[in-house]
């Protein structure tokens, strides 16, 4: 599965793109991702949560 990012993680001590280093899925189906700036090395992480929505069916006679 490919994932696409319409905007990118930035760092949020100098605002550069970041990269992924580790990624991880939880049992609550969370997504937990360690990021590192190439510009300055500050490492931080994220947590991506995921819903599921599906719309109501409809009733056709």
Do not use: Q, W
Request: charge should be positive; charged fraction near 25%.
């Amino acid at each position: 599965m490919t994932t696409t990012y319409t905007g990118a993680k930035l760092c949020p001590k100098c605002g550069c793109d970041t990269n992924i280093y580790d990624s991880r899925v939880t049992l609550e189906g969370t997504v937990t991702r360690r990021r590192r700036c190439p510009s300055c090395g500050t490492c931080y992480e994220t947590v991506e949560h995921f819903h599921c929505i599906i719309p109501p069916k409809k009733n056709r006679k």
